[in-house]
């Protein structure tokens, strides 16, 4: 499995941004793909997570109602769409695949990662 990500950038607070997490070898329809984020000194946070195989999503309490995970299986495509971006959300973006069933905001639960994209929030 491998992903890409792309969509990071540099907003003002209040602006919006859609990651982009492209995969390849990857099945969907079953198992769970999430975004994290990670800042300098800090552990990898869960942001986001969507089951391929129903949609199912789940959010971090931070992000949620201003965070939206979405996929679109035929562009072997998962999106994070970020609205109302706050300096707080300047981060390392992750996509993250291949979970071993462990709880979704671990990053010790995934096997593949992509190599992030640049958040930045002024």
């Known amino acids: 499995v491998q992903l890409v990500e792309s969509g990071g950038g540099s907003v003002q607070s209040g602006g919006s941004l859609r990651l982009s997490c492209a995969t390849s070898?990857?099945?969907?329809?079953?198992?769970?793909i999430a975004w994290f984020r990670q800042t300098p000194g800090s552990e990898r946070e869960g942001v986001a997570s969507i089951y391929t195989g129903t949609g199912k999503t789940y959010y971090n309490d931070s992000v949620q109602g201003r965070f939206t995970i979405s996929q679109d299986s035929g562009a072997h495509t998962v999106y994070l769409q970020m609205n109302n971006l706050k300096p707080e959300d300047a981060a390392m973006y992750y996509c993250?695949?291949?979970?071993?069933?462990?709880?979704?905001?671990?990053?010790?639960?995934?096997?593949?990662w992509g190599q992030g994209t640049q958040v930045t929030v002024s």
């Open positions: 993250a695949a291949d979970a071993n069933g462990g709880y979704w905001k671990s990053p010790r639960t995934f096997k593949s």
């Open positions: 070898g990857y099945t969907y329809g079953s198992g769970t």
